[in-house]
């Protein structure tokens, strides 16, 4: 697991700051629309994730229980995703 980063009150943890192995795996089975931007020091970072979502998908990831999420979908890849959580 990676530390997480703060900025105005959002914990995020930035995607390229993981390693390869979760950068990609987190590529392959997160919610694009999970993938946010912050500002910050008048740069946008653009692969940054709250860290609570990070944590989940870590600790579900840790388990072997990650869901390969179709990214091109919307309405099947929030889906699928949300009931993964439950």
Same mark, same amino acid.
């Given at each position: 697991?990676?530390?997480? #980063? ?9 995607? $390229? ?5 979760? =950068? #990609? *795996?987190?590529?392959? $089975?997160?919610?694009? #629309? ?5 500002? *910050?020091? #008048? ?9 609570? @979502? ?6 579900? $990831? @840790? ?6 999420? @179709? ?8 889906? =699928? ?6």
């Amino acid at each position: 697991m990676i530390e997480r #980063e703060f900025y105005k009150g959002i914990e995020f943890v930035r995607i $390229s700051n993981l390693t390869k192995e979760q =950068s #990609e *795996r987190i590529h392959a $089975s997160f919610p694009k #629309e999970k993938i946010i931007k912050i500002l *910050r020091d #008048e740069v946008i970072l653009k692969d940054c994730i709250q860290y609570h @979502d990070y944590h989940e998908w870590f600790r579900k $990831s @840790d388990q072997g229980a990650l869901p390969v999420v @179709d990214n091109k979908a919307e309405d099947v890849h929030a889906n =699928s995703f949300d009931m993964a959580l439950k």
